[in-house]
């Protein structure tokens, strides 16, 4: 690696007031393989359009980069005890290497941004060094974007359907209604009737013409175990709708993890559409077996004719007379399945390769089971010990 040349320049620039840093007017370039290190403002009012080596921000102090022309850089980094503030727009075409401290912009203007140009890429992110603001790309694809808040690095990941020839993101650790760094808000209340809840912890901006799918995570500042009656499979990715002025649902096409920490992908959608995208649950539905049984629960089962527990007994089935049961073993294996099911399991296979072991019945064990109910289009899952 070759050795930075650090330089601190302490130029007096007019402004109508004493302004110090490094001052381009037109006669500052950076030559090949370059390696700059600066340690206070950068205030460039001509073409800046590094086409190789360095230009690196560190220090300990606050560097502000100001100017009418943004500059146009080929690799940076950040190394810094403080941060690096944009008042104009930073457009990289090669590398940025997070080390230590925050690229941050103005949260209520898009436009002024960190760029990644269609080549640019990133190293080193995390909660200690990232985007703090609105990053943008250029004529890209996918790309995650390295955004997030001072505490967390929270990215989202964009998947587009071609080359979108700009698309801008930020990140907000704010209510949704009542956000403290923009000036619009959008009402968590406000939404169509099937969205249950809207978070209220959090919420990303995006801003792309091309259709896409993204991917955004949670964790456990993000509390959607507070929801009431959340499950994994009732998260989704909804939008504030720009045509509506309220919360829709975008939709998943893949989800994983748990309630404390996952990722959802929505489905295809134009991000300029939506103002705002966050998580949202669909609601819990409302007729009464469903609401008193948000869970079936798991099962004991001992099928020894002493009349306790000799069957499975589902509490409710009843109220879906047109239902279905299955049991799976521990391998994955279905040993039985009942149409319009009423009480009649009793440790025995009806399906499967251990239906030949009738006299003996299943075996000891845990069992998963799956409960579909079509009258009332509800599904429940658990699991059943068989005690032999």
Known sequence: MKPLLHITFLL????????????????????NNANIGLHTDLINDANFDQTNGLVGFYGNRAIIVSGSIPPTLWDTEIMMDSNVFLQNPVMVRNNINFIDGNFLTPTNIPAVNLSFMDQGFFTGESDA?????????????????????????????????????????????????????????????????????????EFWILQ????????????????????????????????????????????????????????????????SNYAAITFGTIPLPTDTFAVENPTLGNYFLSPNGDGTNDFLVIDGMEESPNNSLRIFNRYGQKVFEKINYTNEFYGLANTGTLITNQASGLPEGVYFYLVTLDDLELEYSGFLFLDR
């Open 129 to 201: 060094s990232k985007v703090t603001g609105f990053a943008a790309i250029n004529n890209r694809d996918v790309f995650s974007f390295p955004v997030g808040d001072s505490e967390q690095l929270r990215p989202l990941t964009l998947n587009s359907q071609s080359a979108t020839p700009l698309a801008v993101c930020a990140y907000f650790f704010e209510d949704p209604s009542a956000p403290s760094s923009i000036l619009e808000s959008f009402d968590t209340e406000v939404k169509v009737q099937d969205i249950g809840t809207v978070t209220d912890r």
């Open 12 to 31: 007096s620039v007019s402004f109508g007031v004493a302004q110090s840093g490094l001052y381009n007017s037109g006669n500052f370039s950076v030559h």
């Open 208 to 271: 792309s013409d091309v259709p896409a799918q993204v991917t955004i995570s949670w964790n456990t500042r993000s509390a959607l175990g507070a929801i009431p009656n959340a499950t994994l499979e009732s998260i989704i990715v909804v939008g504030w709708s720009k045509s509506s002025n309220q919360w829709v649902i975008i939709g998943n096409a893949a989800i994983s993890g748990d309630l404390t920490q996952g990722f959802v992908t929505s489905e295809t959608f134009v991000p």
